[in-house]
């Protein structure tokens, strides 16, 4: 059975960091795309961070660009995201996501066929 388990979520102050852990079990995923998407009560998810299978291409929202950076260690079947400067905006559940079908990046959820069961980041003002 196929699991992405996030940690690495919490309650942070405006301006400080944290870092998201994505672990994959189950299945490698080292040629496949894998990206963050978070969701915000009442809210649509929505993308944050993709980055092909090797490492070598990234993608962010324009949101983020800058604060974050995603990346993968395929050698232990995991990846990150190191968020910087973080603001009450980016208050959301944060969701590992990978891609069964895709190596290079993609950016849409529907591209994306494994989920994590989300980590919650909470950013005070």
């Known amino acids: 059975q196929v699991q992405l388990v996030e940690s690495g979520g919490g309650l942070v102050q405006a301006g400080d960091s944290l870092r998201l852990s994505c672990a994959a079990s189950g299945r490698t995923f080292s040629r496949n795309a894998m990206a963050w998407f978070r969701q915000a009560p009442g809210k649509e998810r929505e993308f944050v961070a993709a980055i092909s299978w090797s490492g070598g291409s990234t993608s962010y929202a324009d949101s983020v660009k800058g604060r974050f950076t995603i990346s993968r260690d395929n050698a232990k079947n995991t990846k990150y995201l190191q968020m910087n400067s973080l603001k009450p905006e980016d208050t959301a559940i944060y969701y590992c996501?990978?891609?069964?079908?895709?190596?290079?990046?993609?950016?849409?959820?529907?591209?994306?066929?494994?989920w994590g069961q989300g980590t919650q980041v909470t950013v005070s003002s």
């Open positions: 996501a990978a891609s069964a079908r895709y190596a290079h990046l993609v950016m849409r959820t529907t591209e994306y066929d494994y």
